[in-house]
């Protein structure tokens, strides 16, 4: 047992107590690897600070070492701690198609899927026009290979043991992403998503009062990972505490939105309807 003498000081970091802890069992990086299953360049990772850790392998080593129980549990708070960071996720510059596949990759070990966007139709109920658009829009290369990944992430929403909530404001309705002429296909592959038992999607109506305020989009991937958009890359994080907030921002924005979302679509609909007409042919002018 881990003499009380050992104990850490407020200030001091996880490496450098899981390195004590270690050094106070007389071993080495590579002995205590060998003991709990780890290389020792995992160990020498852990104790240098290096990447985000886990917290079952700090509680495997803590415990291993035979450390206190309230040393334990102040090493999984470091652990937890060290996860709450932004990791920027970026692909090669312009390579949207990179990222749609990390992104596929992820979901496709996720049960519960949340999206909420504020400006853009949630990437897994576009049509292929509308991604075409957007993806010219942001000038980015290899689209049609994007397209084609896109598509391919969206075939997770017809598996009935997943869940997919998505929050949208109005806004993403109103926003001319594509030409009209695409927003009606657009429309109904929302309502005919809608009609699917595994998802849910709202409409926050633009009079509604928001309890808080739809900064930017992001995706809450059950409740151990959350992915946010920005303009240039995605950002991720771990962190327990990241998770909790983005999905206390999820339900109070889902609380303001609607699932009654026909009527809505239907003024859009009429909307670009009227604007994929024809304009009307001047009559020609008499000499």
């Not at 206190?68 to 709450?84: I, M, S």
């Not at 990759?105 to 292929?128: H, K, M, N, Y």
């Not at 927003?183 to 009079?207: H, T």
């Not at 699932?259 to 009429?270: G, K, Q, T, Y």
């Amino acid at each position: 047992m881990i003499e009380q003498s050992t104990g850490p000081s407020p200030d001091e970091s996880l490496g450098s107590i899981l390195a004590r802890l270690r050094r106070a069992a007389d071993l080495t990086g590579q002995e205590l690897g060998r003991q709990v299953g780890m290389s020792q360049a995992k160990i020498s990772r852990l104790e240098n600070g290096v990447g985000v850790p886990a917290v079952r392998d700090i509680r495997r080593i803590a415990e291993h070492l035979q450390a206190p129980p309230d040393l334990v549990e102040r090493l999984v708070e470091l652990t937890e701690r060290a996860g709450d960071q932004m990791t920027d996720w970026r692909p090669s510059r312009g390579q949207a198609a990179s990222l749609q596949r990390e992104v596929e990759q992820l979901e496709a070990t996720a049960r519960t899927v949340c999206v909420f966007q504020p400006a853009l139709i949630v990437g897994l109920a576009q049509t292929d026009q509308y991604m075409r658009s957007m993806f010219a829009a942001a000038r980015l290369r290899s689209i049609p290979e994007a397209v084609s990944v896109r598509v391919k992430r969206q075939e997770v929403l017809f598996d009935p043991d997943r869940e997919f909530r998505f929050v949208m404001t109005e806004t993403v309705l109103r926003n001319r992403i594509c030409k009209p002429q695409y927003m009606p296909a657009q429309l109904q592959r929302l309502r005919d998503l809608a009609a699917l038992p595994n998802i849910s999607i709202r409409l926050i109506p633009s009079d509604a009062e928001l309890a808080i305020a739809p900064m930017h989009g992001f995706e809450l991937l059950d409740d151990r990972l959350v992915l946010v958009d920005v303009f240039n890359t995605v950002l991720t994080t771990r962190g327990r505490s990241d998770v909790e907030l983005y999905r206390d921002v999820f339900e109070r924005l889902e609380q303001n939105a609607t699932a009654e979302i026909d009527p809505i679509l239907d003024r859009h609909l009429e909307h670009y309807l009227d604007l994929a007409r024809p304009a009307p042919r001047q009559p020609a002018a008499r000499g």
